[in-house]
Nanobody, 122 residues
Framework: QEQLVGSGGGWVQAGGSLRLSCADV????????MGWFRQAPGKERAFVAS????????YYADSVKGRFTISRDTGKDTVYLQMNSLKSDDTAVYFC???????????????WGQGTQVTVSE
C-alpha cells in the first residue's frame, strides 16, 4: 500500500498552472520533511522542492524558484506544489518524497511515493 499518494498532474499549455497534492495516508511522515522530485524523459530524477515538517522551512531548485510554491497542511497530512508559469521544460513525472534530510545538498530521500505525470505543451 502506498504511503504517499500524489495527484493533480495533467496537461496544460505553457504559461498555465497546476497544483499537485501529496497525501500522507497513514500519517507516517508527519515528523519528516516532504517534497517533490521530477524525472523528465531521458533524464535522471531531479529535486524540485521540499518543506519541513511544520512548514517553516522551504527549499527550491533554482529552475523553479519564483514559479513554484510548496506548502503543507498538517491538519490534512497533505503537501501541495503550486506550479505557475509552466514551461515545456517542466514536463516530467513528479514524485512525492519524504525524508529527514530533504533540505541537504544533495537532498536525501528516505521514501518515494508514486509519480504523477505533468505535461506542458507550447
Amino acid at each position: 500500500q502506498e504511503q504517499l499518494v500524489g495527484s493533480g498532474g495533467g496537461w496544460v499549455q505553457a504559461g498555465g498552472s497546476l497544483r499537485l497534492s501529496c497525501a500522507d495516508v497513514g500519517r507516517t511522515f508527519s515528523s519528516q520533511m516532504m517534497g517533490w522530485f521530477r524525472q523528465a524523459p531521458g533524464k535522471e530524477r531531479a529535486f524540485v522542492a521540499s518543506i519541513s515538517f511544520n512548514g517553516a522551512n522551504k527549499y527550491y531548485a533554482d529552475s523553479v524558484k519564483g514559479r513554484f510554491t510548496i506548502s503543507r497542511d498538517t491538519g490534512k497530512d497533505t503537501v501541495y506544489l503550486q506550479m505557475n508559469s509552466l514551461k515545456s521544460d517542466d514536463t516530467a513525472v513528479y514524485f512525492c518524497v519524504a525524508g529527514y534530510n530533504l533540505g541537504l545538498q544533495p537532498p536525501k530521500v528516505d521514501y518515494w511515493g508514486q509519480g504523477t505525470q505533468v505535461t506542458v505543451s507550447e
